[in-house]
């Protein structure tokens, strides 16, 4: 069974930090890993993702103020916010994309976790 766990989420103020963690457990091979958000009224974006080779790609929104990690013996990618603002307020939700014993190449989802940056 895959699972991605997420945590981390919370209520700050603008300025402050918050690392989000995702946790991904029952996937064979991992390709790549990212984060997505989505605010309400809004399509979900494309946050930050992370390859096997550990070659990122962010969002011009959060350049300089997220950085995306994994610890690859845990199956686990963080999501370190600095600088947050308060148009950072969305769900972020915690995307895997690998194979499992199920199937091959499939996207899995987190539950989603909010995050609430106030002025």
């Known amino acids: 069974q895959v699972q991605l766990v997420e945590s981390g989420g919370g209520l700050v103020q603008a300025g402050g930090s918050l690392r989000l963690s995702c946790a991904a457990s029952?996937?064979?091979?991992?390709?790549?890993m990212a984060w997505y958000r989505q605010a309400p009224g809004k399509q979900r974006e494309l946050v930050a993702t992370?390859?096997?080779?550990?070659?990122?790609n962010y969002a011009d929104s959060v350049k300089g103020r997220f950085t995306i990690s994994r610890d690859n013996a845990k199956n686990t990618i963080f999501l370190q916010m600095d600088s947050l603002k308060p148009e950072d307020t969305s769900v972020y939700y915690c995307?895997?994309?690998?194979?499992?014993?199920?199937?091959?190449?499939?996207?899995?989802w987190g539950q989603g976790t909010q995050v609430t940056v106030s002025s």
């Open positions: 995307n895997a994309v690998g194979s499992s014993r199920w199937s091959l190449n499939s996207s899995y």
């Open positions: 029952g996937i064979i091979r991992i390709n790549s």
């Open positions: 992370i390859f096997n080779g550990g070659m990122t």
